[in-house]
């Protein structure tokens, strides 16, 4: 139970930040998906602050394309957003299932994707984290747009001192480049996620980050018509304006997108929006590389020295280097000379000699460097076995194998290794696995008629959490000690997990009514009953004499437990008043006149005023004074 009112029942994904689960809404009985950060960063203040960003921004987005944030709190180390559940599945399922998807059925997914992304960039947001794992499809076929928790105004621009916020393969060339984060890098991915869906593929791929960041930079996204052969040319340039490297030249934003995805659909025939794509190549997906991550700037590669006309070199800083929106003309390598071109006959291996000459580098070094060391291959969440073999391919052996506990990582596979995955390691180096046991259980300890200090400590002692305590009332157990826990005794439950506790109030007691006692008589009565008794500072006026109790706290009647205080309001006396003169006064104005004063009425007709009209007389004369709230009796004739 998370915060006293979340009951979380299932996991349903773990993100590199935060792990989402289904819950229920105990208070208004509706479920729910709870975005829970990694206790491990919600020390973080920006983690943190990027956390409640996240259910501020889309709070403001009331679009039936946006998955809603309903709540966002902490509860002890975990900080959460309530959301919206979808039950269904995410574009990246869709993908691994199916590979490339018609024409028809990409456009349907993107479409209500740009809707969802326009409505946050005319609201001054910018998504940053456009990827299949963002996209839920619903059962009933409705599709949204989720974590929005790296959004940021559209303005803003982010610190570009040596990392970026997003994943790899999404990244638009000024995100990389410069940190800028305007609607255009949601245009960019989006344009990505259309080739993606069009082709099963990924538009640029490599052995790491880098190259891939580095393609983002330097190589145009190819058209899809390339991977998938006789593919319309309007999906090509659809593909082609969202993920130009300028972004001047992509449209501004998802709108504008969105009406050229509408117009382009109108050109398109039916045969053409229904034809169905070659099965895609099904190759293993790493769920690391599509993660949200803080990437390095330096992963955006070295590149080629650029030069300017008259092929001397520009040096760094200066109007000619490294811009993103130009294309500069890089150097060429020498023409060989004769001897060399021999060489190039001679053999596979002297071609291999030769090309590594031309580029500068030795045989020898490249061997001592990079020949005799392999990377050590991303294992995160395969089995043992899985892990064994792909150590294996990569000519490693395999180190010491231990297991833990985790909350996160299915049990069978693999936490963690040492070195960690892409590490350099020389080759027969061992790689040690760590594999998940699962969520550690322990068993909820009896702590029934325990005190409450004793029971918190016992459940911290077996690795719970002392959750939200209730107070009760209770014939058999005293007050201040356990009456029963929730979950109850015996029960397994995940280690860290929340024990609420239910008290004992003691036994109830009915207060009794001590207003209009004098103050001894009032104390003994209530203390008689098992009650304290505490008097208010100030004294009111009431109906009661001076000194006399004018009211109680809780009222008469109601229950109390046993040692609880009642606060006692004493009186002084009625507050006096000027009596109107109504004498003469029609029955009814004399009435109006004494209510009005704070009195209540009275009329003495006798026998000769059954009739009449007329106040005659009045018990207190006007101009006197009476208590407030007293009778004054009116004689009419």
């Known amino acids: 139970m998370l915060d006293g009112r979340y009951r979380v029942e299932a996991r349903i994904a773990v993100g590199g930040m935060a792990t989402v689960y289904r819950a229920v809404d105990t208070r208004l009985d509706r479920v729910l998906a709870l975005k829970v950060m990694h206790p491990s960063l919600a020390a973080d203040g920006s983690f943190v602050e990027r956390f409640i960003r996240e259910a501020k921004s889309v709070a403001r987005l009331a679009h039936p394309n946006v998955v809603q944030v309903f709540d966002q709190g902490t509860d002890g180390a975990y900080v959460y957003l309530a959301m919206e559940y979808i039950a269904g599945c995410t574009l990246r399922d869709v993908l691994r299932e199916r590979g490339a998807l018609q024409p028809r059925a990409s456009l349907d997914i993107l479409e209500p994707v740009l809707a969802a992304l326009g409505a946050a960039h005319r609201a001054g947001f910018v998504h940053r984290d456009m990827k299949p794992e963002n996209v839920l499809i619903g059962d009933d076929g409705r599709v949204k747009v989720a974590d929005f928790g790296l959004v940021r105004a559209v303005d803003t621009v982010t610190n570009t001192t040596g990392t970026v916020l997003g994943t790899v393969a999404y990244l638009a060339p000024e995100q990389i480049e410069s ?99 070659p099965q895609a190549l099904t190759a293993e997906h790493d769920n690391a590389e599509d993660r949200t991550s803080v990437i390095p700037r330096a992963l955006t590669m070295p590149r080629p020295l650029p030069v300017d006309e008259d092929g001397e070199d520009v040096p760094a800083g200066t109007d000619g280097a490294d811009s993103l929106h130009r294309t500069s003309r890089f150097r060429s390598p020498p023409p060989l000379p004769p001897r060399r071109r021999a060489a ?63 909350d996160t990582v299915k049990r069978g596979t693999v936490i963690s290794t040492d070195p960690a995955a892409g590490a350099r390691i020389r080759g027969n180096d061992p790689v040690s696995l760590t594999i998940s046991k699962g969520p550690q259980t322990v068993r909820v300890p009896d702590v029934d008629g325990y005190r409450l200090d004793k029971a918190r400590s016992v459940l911290k002692d077996e690795g719970l959490e002392p959750g939200m305590v209730t107070r009760a009332f209770s014939e058999d157990v005293p007050r201040g000690f356990v009456i029963s826990t929730e979950p109850g005794k015996g029960t397994k439950v995940r280690a860290d997990s929340a024990v609420a506790l239910t008290v004992s ?123 407030k709230g007293s009778t004054i009796t009116i004689e009419i004739r």
Request: glycine content about 10%; some cysteine.
């Open 344 to 406: 190039l006959r001679r053999g596979p291996m002297a071609i291999v000699v030769a090309v590594l000459l031309v580029l500068g580098v030795g045989t020898g070094v490249w061997y001592i460097n990079s020949g005799q060391f392999t990377k050590v291959p991303p294992l995160l969440s395969k089995t043992e076995q899985e892990a064994r073999d792909r150590l294996a391919d990569a000519g490693l052996d395999v180190g010491r194998v231990e297991e833990a506990y985790s």
């Open 179 to 277: 940190g800028t984060a305007d609607p255009r890098v949601d245009v960019y991915a989006c344009g990505i996620l259309l080739y993606e869906m069009l082709t099963g593929e990924k538009p640029h791929d490599g052995d790491s980050p880098a190259t891939v960041l580095y393609k983002h930079l330097h190589e145009d996204v190819p058209p899809p018509s390339a991977a998938v052969p006789r593919m319309a040319y309007e999906l090509d340039e659809l593909v082609a304006s969202a993920t130009a490297r300028t972004p001047d030249v992509r449209p501004h934003d998802a709108v504008a997108l969105l009406a050229q995805v509408r117009e382009a659909r109108g050109r398109l025939g039916e045969e053409q929006l229904d034809a169905v794509p």
């Open 505 to 627: 109030k003691g036994r109830p007691v009915d207060v009794p009514d001590v207003t209009g006692d004098d103050l001894r008589d009032a104390r003994a009565e209530l203390e008689e009953a098992g009650l304290e008794v505490e008097i208010a500072a100030e004294r009111v006026h009431s109906e009661h004499d001076a000194g006399q109790v004018a009211r109680q706290t809780p009222q008469p009647g109601r229950q109390a437990a046993g040692g609880d205080t009642v606060t006692l309001t004493l009186s002084k006396g009625p507050e006096m008043i000027e009596v109107p003169d109504v004498v003469g006064d029609s029955v009814d104005e004399a009435k109006e006149k004494l209510e009005a004063a704070g009195f209540r009425v009275d009329e003495d007709r006798g026998l000769l005023g059954l009739f009449g009209d007329t106040v005659k007389g009045q018990s207190v004369d006007g101009g006197d004074t009476a208590p």
